[in-house]
């Protein structure tokens, strides 16, 4: 139960909602990968077909301040999650179908396919802020971290694990394997997720607002304009652009790169990103240990391995881009390996920190704040890899030497880190946190001090 008169959500509550995100993901990863694959290979239609779709999947996101306002009116998380979920769901099995249609229809198909993304990008959106909202409003302060670690990882365990098994049932490949596996997945999804969030709120919750119940557009951009009003709720939504820009801007690039100029085989450059994955993971768990063993829970501890971590990615880049000048010695895997590290420590870092900040200021705000922030995390990865390739191709005709053309791009992502580390080092707490203060611990005030948007 979420009891925060009696020090917040409980690790099995943390766990329960840490499901939520693995079915999250495993829908999605149906979608992103597998149906991805299938288009393109089975189907022989163009890449960039699917590439659109899990673009506007991202494009939807920018939805999230809704939902998370939606939060707030209501005083409780767990519906949104659940009708989050079923959009989710629902949006999952269309791609789905809307593929095995393009087989035979291929405008049709495709027409079902956008409908489908267009639901998954609505349903993680409404699913995902609700949660992030509940973690926010409900778990301990000096948890945050390792709640944000636990649950992240659950998301990637179903990546993981769906996708293992997903592979399993669709061999040998059929439409009707795929539109019954997507089924499953989905019917599932949406009954874990039921189990999940069964009484996880209390009846009576203690952060019932005053908000109206039927609050429209007008009182919605008024309640936004109120929360972009307030300087680390603008600043941290820089922040959170850019870093996040930064982080997945190497994401389409970084294999390619590899085996242009490193000489890496699909399978080898394939064993890298997995490496790469493995330090994500790695620095999240750091994270989440330190913060339970170390004090990380405070704000200057937490500040410090958010800069550390944006820092030494930006290393991690430029040593990257050198180290394609020497091919046949640079430890590229080691280079990989850490990149994905300090990764990992930063981004776990900065999102213990969102969940810490949607809670300061005007009150009834932490839905908003939270969408807002989630939006502008959406919006820099549905650019952050094109803009990423589209580096690469202008770097490339105007530089003849491949290793350097790609060593620019990674050098212009390691100045975003650069960036993100001079926002990250004006953190300071609010005044109104000064004045209520009782020690120096993560639940109290942070604000994220950047360039003003101004």
């Not at 087989?103 to 609700?130: E, M, P, R």
């Not at 000048?325 to 850490?338: C, E, G, K, R, T």
């Not at 922030?373 to 202008?394: K, N, P, R």
Request: proline share 4%; with cysteine.
């Amino acid at each position: 139960m979420l009891r925060p008169q009696q020090g917040g959500l409980s690790w099995y509550g943390i766990v329960r909602l840490g499901l939520v995100q693995t079915c999250l993901g495993a829908v999605v990863v149906l979608t992103t990968s597998t149906i991805n694959r299938i288009m393109v290979v089975e189907l022989a239609l163009p890449a960039m077909i699917p590439g659109l779709l899990v673009g506007l999947h991202h494009a939807v996101q920018m939805s999230r301040p809704h939902f998370g306002y939606g939060s707030d009116v209501g005083g409780r998380t767990t519906g949104w999650i659940i009708a989050g979920m079923v959009i989710l769901s629902l949006g999952g099995f269309a791609a789905a179908c809307g593929t095995v249609w393009a087989s035979t229809a291929v405008n049709a198909g495709i027409a079902l396919c956008t409908a489908g993304f267009f639901l998954i990008g609505l349903g993680a959106s409404a699913a995902g802020t609700s949660l992030l909202v509940t973690l926010a409003k409900y778990v301990a302060p000096e948890r945050k971290p390792a709640a944000a670690t636990i649950v992240w990882i659950m998301m990637i365990f179903g990546f993981a694990v769906t996708a293992g098994v997903a592979g399993h049932f669709l061999d040998p490949f059929s439409p009707s394997r795929l539109l019954l596996v997507s089924a499953v997945v989905s019917c599932m999804a949406v009954a874990v997720t039921l189990l999940a969030v069964f009484r996880l709120e209390p009846k009576s919750p203690s952060s019932a607002n005053s908000f109206p119940r039927h609050a429209g557009a007008a009182d919605f951009r008024r309640s936004l304009g109120e929360v972009w009003r307030e300087t680390h709720a603008r600043r941290f939504t820089l922040f959170v652009m850019v870093s996040m820009l930064a982080y997945s801007a190497q994401d389409l690039i970084l294999e390619p790169y590899a085996g242009t100029v490193f000489g890496l085989t699909p399978g080898q450059s394939t064993q890298m990103a997995g490496v790469q994955h493995s330090g994500v993971l790695a620095g999240m768990i750091v994270v989440a240990v330190f913060s339970l063993f170390r004090s990380l829970a405070t704000v200057v501890e937490l500040r410090r391995w958010s800069v550390a971590g944006c820092f030494l990615s930006a290393l991690a880049l430029l040593a990257i881009a050198f180290g394609g000048q020497w091919p046949d010695s640079w430890p590229l895997h080691l280079n990989v390996f850490l990149l994905g590290l300090f990764n990992g420590a930063f981004v776990i870092a900065a999102i213990a920190l969102m969940m810490t900040l949607a809670d300061q200021g005007a009150s009834r705000r932490e839905g908003l704040r939270m969408g807002l922030w989630g939006a502008a995390q959406a919006i820099a990865f549905a650019v952050g890899g094109f803009l990423g390739t589209v580096a690469v191709d202008l770097s490339r005709l105007f530089i003849s030497d491949v290793a350097l053309a790609y060593g620019v791009v990674f050098s212009g992502e390691a100045g975003l880190f650069f960036l993100a580390v001079i926002f990250g080092m004006r953190v300071q707490a609010s005044r109104e946190a000064e004045g209520q203060a009782t020690g120096p611990s993560f639940g109290q005030v942070a604000m994220v001090e950047m360039l003003d948007a101004r």
